[in-house]
């Protein structure tokens, strides 16, 4: 495997990581958990997204208590 391909690969694993963090999010998992499960901080899990885009998600999810 040359570096450019070894650099697509890792690319491609933080877009899923990405998208498992907007799943976990969406269904309603605390940052405090997913930072947990990642091994990160929350503050490295909030810097991850724009201020705010985790009530976002949950107002798009349709989640009751994010309404409020």
Not at 26 to 36: D, F, L, R, Y
Not at 39 to 65: D, N, Q
């Amino acid at each position: 495997m040359d570096k450019n391909s070894g650099n697509e690969v890792v690319e491609e694993l933080r877009s899923v990581k990405m998208l498992l963090i907007l799943q976990a999010l969406a269904i309603g998992c605390q940052q405090k958990h997913i930072a947990a499960a990642l091994c990160v901080s929350e503050a490295t899990l909030s810097r991850m997204f724009p201020k705010g885009f985790a009530k976002e998600i949950a107002k798009i999810a349709g989640r009751p208590e994010a309404r409020a």
